[in-house]
């Protein structure tokens, strides 16, 4: 199994997208990318921790590759709108690839220089960023799967 970890604004959506791709055996949402410890949601949505809304994916290589949970990261979100993704507004919505090895660094760096040479994002700049994996804080229960459990959606095969 290899991880992953991704921002591309309000979690629980950006979870349910990762967790119903054929390889990936889980997902969770949480926090990443900042200084607090301990973040909670109520204190990452102030704009004060430095954490972004977070997806943790656990993947099986065998199946689903780095480079294909990328080009789903890439059309689940629109990479040139800072700190925002629709009607989200804030840092905690930032488009953020965490990387986890000098592979996923160099495949991420790849992959948004392909997509900012391929003409969709012209004029536009991506502004993801792509930064070393530190700590996962692992967001409070009722957000795990939280779409789930409201009954909003479902993984179709």
Not at 34 to 42: A, K, N, V, W
Not at 49 to 61: K, L, N
């Amino acid at each position: 199994m290899a991880e992953a970890t991704f921002a591309a604004g309000c979690f629980w959506g950006v979870e349910v997208r990762f967790r119903c791709l054929p390889g990936v055996i889980d997902a969770e949402v949480g926090y990443a990318g900042g200084s607090t410890e301990e973040p909670t949601y109520r204190r990452v949505c102030s704009g004060r921790t430095g954490h972004a809304e977070s997806v943790r994916v656990v993947y099986d290589p065998q199946r689903i590759t780095y480079e294909q949970l990328l080009e789903a990261f890439w059309g689940m979100h629109d990479p040139t709108t800072p700190n925002r993704q629709g009607p989200d507004v804030g840092s905690q919505y930032r488009s953020v690839i965490f990387y986890h090895s000098e592979e996923q660094e160099e495949a991420a760096l790849a992959s948004r220089a392909a997509l900012e040479g391929g003409g969709k994002y012209e004029g536009r700049g991506i502004v993801t960023e792509i930064v070393p994996a530190g700590r996962f804080w692992r967001a409070e229960e009722y957000h795990q799967r939280y779409f789930e459990k409201q009954g909003m959606a479902a993984c179709r095969s």
